[in-house]
């Protein structure tokens, strides 16, 4: 089993972003996107919210199943402000941190408090 973790923005975060105001969530979010796991720092860990549980133990099949969504019946969302896996998501198996990168996955490692 795979747990996908996702930063997910609220309404108000989304609207101040589009006001041009800086917000730690999206920059964080750009941040790995663009720069991947190089610049991950444990701290960031607290902005991501469990998204998806997917019934694999495979990364690359997990990030199919939640980008493509040819296997829905294997994924289990967890509340409503998912989005389909990409760039930047945390995918955690066995109790081990995988940051999706542009290229596969790298391993980062998080401190869970």
């Known amino acids: 089993m795979i747990t996908i973790h996702q930063i997910q923005l609220t309404s108000d975060q989304i609207d101040a972003v589009n006001a041009g105001e800086t917000v ?3 920059e964080t979010k750009n941040k790995l996107s663009i720069f991947g796991a ?3 720092d444990s701290s960031m860990f ?4 469990e998204a998806y549980t997917v019934a694999t133990t495979r990364l ?4 199919e199943w939640t980008n493509l969504w040819n296997r829905q019946d294997m994924v ?6 998912n989005h389909s896996s ?7 198996l066995n109790g081990e ?6 290229i596969g996955f790298k391993q980062i490692k998080v401190e869970v408090v």
């Open 86 to 92: 990409s760039v930047g998501d945390i995918f955690e």
């Open 24 to 26: 730690p969530a999206f």
């Open 76 to 81: 289990e969302a967890i509340g409503d402000r």
């Open 46 to 49: 607290s902005m991501f919210t």
């Open 97 to 102: 941190f995988f940051l999706c990168s542009n």
């Open 38 to 40: 190089d610049r991950f």
């Open 60 to 63: 690359e099949q997990a990030f």
